[in-house]
């Protein structure tokens, strides 16, 4: 493709991206299908500079206001993360010239904002909760591309078999630093293309994600809930640490996402797993196994801000009202699935969020309101579930992942027992 269409087709999706009007991986998806002629460089090329505008949004804003020409395009010449020789076989003269003098310009230079790129709202909890100095830090690992975490299927074969298969089909792999079970991967391989994938050997999982099961902590035979399940990343974990024994529930409100679930099931070899939707965490089903159920984990609906390094729009589409919103479901979904909870069982609540908020604001509302769950203490459950470090991860007695301190996304966990 000649350099100049593809810089007017990024500047399309910047277009269609910048309208914030739906999830950023959704919009580019449904650019790429429009456009089924590009190759996997130029699809990669597009996408890339759409998350690196979106991470730097303001700063990119700020600077693209001193040229001329479209916005857009001069937003995707910002931003381009592409091949430096071809953006330059696409620019006039006057272009060349401006982009070399913006791009001489000092970032210490800019305002504070236009450093962090993040709303006020978001800001200023986090610089408060954090410091100056580790706010900084925080706001530079957000502003980063996240790894590649894979989770192996211990039911099938062991993690160094795992990276043996994948170096011998020259994808380089090294265990994650707290994670028992995963990988990390440089780069973004086909991996779906792998049989090592398509036969359920390994799974796309974040690091962070992989300990939340971990510290749910299921054993052979037992009865366990994944409460909101999703597309069941989760609950496949918690299916191969039941060694396929027992049963575990995989419920969500959204029979979309359980449809997700279903080609990965498939694929984990799991037979103890039973997905279904339900209306509401008041549900019937929920009734029907209150005071039954030995493991709960809640991973609770959330404004998803611990994953900004893989979905960045996340800061620009969210709001101290919908944050708002969400707390209140938070409540709602913590307080019934603890129904579930039989005396001695173990109950998890976890976000994806960095914000007290969301995260021990919650846990502590609950634990006030519920006298008869004693926290547990989580460094000492992920020691028990083989995790390297796990004192490293928490604060206060509960999960604390943090992306610039860890490498992971950022997850908080809190996990309770239930007094026997």
């Known amino acids: 493709m000649h350099p100049n ?25 449904a650019f790429f299908r429009q456009h089924k002629n590009l190759g996997q460089r130029e699809r990669a090329c597009l996408a890339e500079t759409v998350y690196a505008l979106l991470r730097e949004r303001l700063k990119f804003n700020n600077l693209a206001q001193s040229g001329s020409g479209p916005m857009h395009r001069r937003l995707a010449m910002l931003a381009w993360r592409g091949s430096e020789s071809f953006l330059q076989g696409a620019l006039s003269p006057a272009e060349k010239h401006w982009l070399t003098q913006v791009q001489s310009i000092s970032p210490q230079s800019l305002a504070p904002k236009l450093r962090h790129n993040m709303p006020d709202w978001l800001a200023e909890p986090l610089q408060a909760r954090l410091g100056e100095a580790e706010f900084w830090q925080l706001a530079g690992a957000l502003n980063e591309a996240a790894p590649l975490d894979l989770r192996v299927n211990t039911l099938k074969l062991k993690r160094e078999e795992a990276q043996a298969a994948l170096k011998a089909a020259g994808i380089e792999a090294v265990p994650t630093p707290y994670s028992p079970l995963g990988l990390r991967v440089d780069g973004k391989p086909a991996l779906h293309k792998l049989e090592l994938f398509t036969n359920g050997s390994i799974e796309v999982q ?8 971990l510290l749910l902590g299921p054993k052979r035979g037992e009865m366990v809930v994944d409460f909101c399940a999703g597309a069941g990343g989760k609950t496949l974990a918690l299916g191969a640490a039941m060694r396929n024994t027992g049963r575990l529930y995989a419920f969500d409100v959204s029979g979309h996402r359980l449809d997700a679930l279903k080609p990965r099931l498939a694929r984990s070899g799991l037979s103890n797993v039973y997905p279904a939707q339900i209306a509401h965490e008041r549900d019937e089903r929920i009734k029907r196994l209150a005071g039954k159920i030995d493991r709960v984990l809640v991973d609770a609906p959330c404004s998803g801000l611990g994953t900004l390094r ?37 109950l998890v609540y976890a976000t994806c969020s960095l914000l007290d908020a969301e995260n021990e604001v919650i846990a502590q509302e609950f634990s006030a309101a519920h006298p008869d769950f004693l926290p547990l203490a989580a460094d000492e459950a992920l020691a028990k579930a083989q995790v390297e470090r796990s004192g490293e991860l928490v604060e206060h007695g509960a999960l604390r992942i943090w992306p610039h301190r860890h490498a992971m996304d950022g997850f908080f966990a809190v996990a309770w027992e239930r007094k026997a």
């Open 5 to 29: 269409a593809l810089l007017e087709l990024c500047a399309d999706l910047i277009g269609a991206v910048n309208k914030l009007e739906a999830p950023a991986d959704a919009t580019v998806s």
């Open 206 to 213: 974040d690091e962070g994600s992989q300990l939340l099961a």
């Open 310 to 346: 893989r979905n960045p729009d996340l800061k620009w589409r969210q709001s101290p009202q919908a944050v708002a919103e969400l707390q209140d479901k938070q409540r709602a979904i913590l307080a019934s699935a603890a129904r579930l909870v039989k005396p001695g069982g173990r």
